[in-house]
């Protein structure tokens, strides 16, 4: 089982900064890509940005420029820096990982964080 734990949530002033960090852990497995998504109260969850074990990364038109998604593979860790946050950045952000077994098998697993409250005052 691999477990997804995000930290760095919170209430931050717009223009302000938040930094979000997903630590996955277990045994046996290797990331191929880790990411972070984004819900807000009647909105379907949205895809913010992604990067892959390779350094590849993707972001949403919404967050380009102002938003910056990093890893550190020995940890398994995704990091996501927010800088000139605005009000409808307001969601639930949840950590997401594509994984595989380090045994073999199947090649995409998929597990979610159980999300972190990002709020943004006007």
């Known amino acids: 089982q691999v477990h997804l734990v995000e930290s760095g949530g919170g209430l931050v002033q717009a223009g302000g900064s938040l930094r979000l960090s997903c630590a996955a852990s277990?045994?046996?497995?290797?990331?191929?890509?880790m990411g972070w998504y984004r819900q807000a109260p009647g909105k379907q969850r949205e895809l913010v940005a992604t990067?892959?074990?390779?350094?590849?990364?993707n972001y949403a038109d919404s967050v380009k420029g102002r938003f910056t998604i990093s890893r550190d593979n020995a940890k398994n860790t995704v990091h996501l820096q927010m800088n000139s946050l605005k009000p409808e950045d307001t969601a639930v952000y949840y950590c997401?990982?594509?994984?595989?077994?380090?045994?073999?098998?199947?090649?995409?697993?998929?597990?979610w964080g159980q999300g972190t409250q990002v709020t943004v005052s006007s």
């Open positions: 997401n990982a594509d994984y595989y077994r380090d045994y073999g098998g199947y090649y995409h697993w998929v597990t």
């Open positions: 990067i892959t074990s390779g350094g590849t990364t």
């Open positions: 277990g045994s046996s497995f290797s990331i191929n890509a």
